[in-house]
Protein backbone atom coordinates (compact mmCIF):
# COMPACT_ATOMS: atom_id res chain seq x y z
CA UNK A 1 0.00 0.00 0.00
CA UNK A 2 1.40 3.06 -0.52
CA UNK A 3 1.35 6.50 0.86
CA UNK A 4 -1.38 7.76 -1.47
CA UNK A 5 -3.39 5.08 -1.07
CA UNK A 6 -3.29 4.78 2.96
CA UNK A 7 -4.30 8.43 3.14
CA UNK A 8 -7.26 7.46 1.20
CA UNK A 9 -7.77 5.13 3.25
CA UNK A 10 -7.59 7.25 6.24
CA UNK A 11 -9.95 10.00 4.68
CA UNK A 12 -12.36 7.38 4.20
CA UNK A 13 -12.46 5.92 7.58
CA UNK A 14 -12.61 9.91 8.58
CA UNK A 15 -15.66 10.17 6.67
CA UNK A 16 -17.59 7.19 7.96
CA UNK A 17 -19.57 8.45 11.19
CA UNK A 18 -17.30 7.05 14.33
CA UNK A 19 -19.38 4.07 16.61
CA UNK A 20 -20.08 6.02 19.21
CA UNK A 21 -21.44 9.21 17.42
CA UNK A 22 -24.28 6.95 15.34
CA UNK A 23 -25.12 5.73 18.75
CA UNK A 24 -26.48 9.42 19.84
CA UNK A 25 -29.03 11.49 18.85
CA UNK A 26 -28.35 13.27 15.65
CA UNK A 27 -29.43 16.72 14.29
CA UNK A 28 -29.77 17.86 18.56
CA UNK A 29 -27.54 20.97 17.29
CA UNK A 30 -28.76 21.70 13.97
CA UNK A 31 -30.18 24.91 14.39
CA UNK A 32 -27.86 26.86 16.63
CA UNK A 33 -25.08 25.42 14.61
CA UNK A 34 -26.94 26.61 11.02
CA UNK A 35 -27.64 30.20 12.57
CA UNK A 36 -22.83 29.89 13.96
CA UNK A 37 -22.74 29.06 10.61
CA UNK A 38 -24.21 32.08 9.02
CA UNK A 39 -22.74 34.20 11.89
CA UNK A 40 -19.36 33.10 10.58
CA UNK A 41 -20.26 33.72 6.91
CA UNK A 42 -21.90 31.01 5.33
CA UNK A 43 -25.29 30.83 3.74
CA UNK A 44 -28.22 31.01 5.60
CA UNK A 45 -29.55 28.13 5.10
CA UNK A 46 -26.53 25.24 4.62
CA UNK A 47 -26.93 21.96 3.13
CA UNK A 48 -27.72 19.59 6.09
CA UNK A 49 -25.06 17.30 4.92
CA UNK A 50 -22.69 20.38 5.92
CA UNK A 51 -24.36 20.97 8.90
CA UNK A 52 -24.15 16.90 10.11
CA UNK A 53 -20.90 16.63 9.42
CA UNK A 54 -20.29 20.45 11.51
CA UNK A 55 -22.46 18.63 14.57
CA UNK A 56 -19.82 15.74 14.40
CA UNK A 57 -16.50 17.41 14.27
CA UNK A 58 -18.01 19.38 17.56
CA UNK A 59 -19.59 16.32 19.21
CA UNK A 60 -16.58 14.57 18.76
CA UNK A 61 -14.78 17.42 20.10
CA UNK A 62 -16.60 18.02 23.15
CA UNK A 63 -16.34 14.79 23.76
CA UNK A 64 -13.06 14.01 23.40
CA UNK A 65 -12.28 17.68 25.73
CA UNK A 66 -14.31 15.95 28.12
CA UNK A 67 -12.44 12.90 28.56
CA UNK A 68 -9.41 14.58 28.87
CA UNK A 69 -10.78 16.68 31.51
CA UNK A 70 -12.58 13.27 32.89
CA UNK A 71 -8.77 11.89 32.99
CA UNK A 72 -7.49 14.44 35.20
CA UNK A 73 -10.11 14.79 37.71
CA UNK A 74 -10.23 11.09 38.24
CA UNK A 75 -6.29 11.24 39.60
CA UNK A 76 -8.29 13.71 42.64
CA UNK A 77 -11.50 11.81 42.38
CA UNK A 78 -13.59 14.71 41.14
CA UNK A 79 -14.18 16.79 37.84
CA UNK A 80 -14.04 20.46 37.88
CA UNK A 81 -13.77 23.74 36.15
CA UNK A 82 -10.39 23.94 36.56
CA UNK A 83 -9.66 20.65 35.00
CA UNK A 84 -11.31 22.31 31.68
CA UNK A 85 -9.31 25.54 32.25
CA UNK A 86 -5.88 23.37 32.32
CA UNK A 87 -6.18 21.97 29.25
CA UNK A 88 -6.92 25.13 27.22
CA UNK A 89 -4.11 26.70 29.58
CA UNK A 90 -1.91 27.60 26.18
CA UNK A 91 -4.67 28.75 23.94
CA UNK A 92 -4.86 32.83 25.49
CA UNK A 93 -8.18 33.38 23.25
CA UNK A 94 -9.87 29.99 24.55
CA UNK A 95 -8.80 30.47 28.50
CA UNK A 96 -9.81 34.42 28.09
CA UNK A 97 -12.79 33.11 26.70
CA UNK A 98 -13.60 30.68 29.27
CA UNK A 99 -12.71 33.17 32.35
CA UNK A 100 -15.01 35.33 30.62
CA UNK A 101 -17.81 32.95 30.81
CA UNK A 102 -17.38 32.01 34.27
CA UNK A 103 -16.99 35.30 35.49
CA UNK A 104 -20.15 36.43 34.07
CA UNK A 105 -21.85 32.97 35.20
CA UNK A 106 -20.97 34.42 38.60
CA UNK A 107 -22.62 37.52 38.19
CA UNK A 108 -25.92 36.18 37.18
CA UNK A 109 -25.85 34.15 40.07
CA UNK A 110 -25.02 37.27 42.20
CA UNK A 111 -27.95 39.16 40.27
CA UNK A 112 -30.35 36.28 40.50
CA UNK A 113 -29.64 35.73 44.46
CA UNK A 114 -30.16 39.29 45.19
CA UNK A 115 -33.17 39.29 43.28
CA UNK A 116 -34.42 36.33 45.34
CA UNK A 117 -33.28 38.06 48.71
CA UNK A 118 -35.70 41.42 47.54
CA UNK A 119 -38.55 39.45 46.40
CA UNK A 120 -38.75 37.63 49.59
CA UNK A 121 -38.11 40.76 52.14
CA UNK A 122 -41.20 42.52 49.30
CA UNK A 123 -43.52 39.19 50.06
CA UNK A 124 -42.36 39.68 54.02
CA UNK A 125 -43.45 43.16 53.92
CA UNK A 126 -46.53 42.85 52.25
CA UNK A 127 -48.23 40.00 54.62
Excluded at 7 to 21: D, F, I, L, T, V
Excluded at 62 to 90: I, N
Aim: aromatic fraction near 6%; charge should be neutral; proline fraction near 4%.
Amino acid sequence: MNASSSGKARAAASAQPSESSSKRKRGIFQKELQHMMYGFGDDPNPLPETVALVEDIVVEYVTDFAHKAQDLGSKRGKLSVEDFLYLVRKDAPKLNRCKELLSMQEELKQARKAFDVDEEKLAASLD
